[in-house]
């Protein structure tokens, strides 16, 4: 099955500055690349999804990038907040498949001082 | 539209107890998921269901066992409680074919915290 590799596993900014996770994926088929934010507390949920059909995608502050070639996708959050600290996850799944399912990395925990 | 639902949020269970987790969604999707996070671990799947009356085994599914009665509801049931199953458990739902919908991907439930002393 997929293998879903995320680094850092934490990460500490100051206000103001970027942040950026990395993950890499073993299963070439993978076509879809959501990325969840967990607050303390609270269910994960999704911020940003990238498709194989695309290299880069951003939404505000947030923005994915796809190497498909390295098999690797990365998230970049610029101007943090506190309110970004959280943990992050990536995953990959193959889209269109019946099922469906999501393969997660072990998540990063950013802390952003203010 | 409450999305997807979980029932009990927490529980404490002695070893040896068994209980069931209860999870339903309203969104109409076909697949569902049990996951159980630890720390550091990040999100192992436990089992899921492609449609109504499948299931399948994800990574960890010793110790539990799961049921689709219908296309709404996906529950987990842990026969005999072990410590090792102190976690919190999330249950998601997803329509893998909605590729077009705003919000593809997950939609997870709001998770029950489990503790087994």
């Known amino acids: 099955g997929e293998n879903v590799e995320q680094h850092p596993s934490t990460l500490s900014v100051q206000e103001g500055d970027s942040a950026v996770i990395k993950c890499t994926y073993s299963d070439s088929a993978s076509n879809y690349f959501p990325w969840y934010k967990q607050e303390l507390g609270k269910r994960p949920q999704l911020i940003i999804d990238?498709?194989?059909?695309?290299g880069e995608k951003k939404d505000q502050r947030i923005a994915v990038t796809l190497n498909k070639t390295a098999k690797h996708f990365s998230l970049h959050i610029t101007e943090t907040q506190p309110e970004d600290s959280a943990v992050y996850f990536c995953?990959?799944?193959?889209?269109?498949?019946?099922?469906?399912?999501?393969?997660f990395g072990r998540g990063t925990q950013l802390t952003v001082w203010p | 539209n409450a999305g997807v639902t979980q029932t009990p949020k927490f529980q404490v269970l002695k070893t040896g107890q068994s209980m069931t987790l209860q999870c339903a969604q309203d969104?109409?999707?076909?697949?569902m998921y049990w996951y159980r996070q630890d720390p550091g671990m990040g999100l192992r799947l436990i089992y899921y269901s492609a449609s109504e009356g499948t299931t399948d085994k994800g990574e960890v599914p010793n110790g539990y066992n799961v049921s689709r009665l219908n296309k709404r509801e996906f529950s987990l049931r842990l026969e005999s409680a072990a410590p090792s199953q102190t976690s919190v458990y999330f249950c998601?739902?997803?329509?893998?074919?909605?590729?077009?919908?705003?919000?593809?991907?997950?939609?997870f439930g709001s998770g029950t915290r489990l503790t087994v002393v």
């Open positions: 969104m109409n999707h076909n697949s």
């Open positions: 998601a739902s997803m329509d893998p074919r909605a590729d077009r919908a705003p919000n593809y991907g997950y939609t």
């Open positions: 990238i498709r194989s059909n695309v």
């Open positions: 995953a990959a799944s193959i889209k269109w498949s019946t099922l469906g399912r999501l393969y």
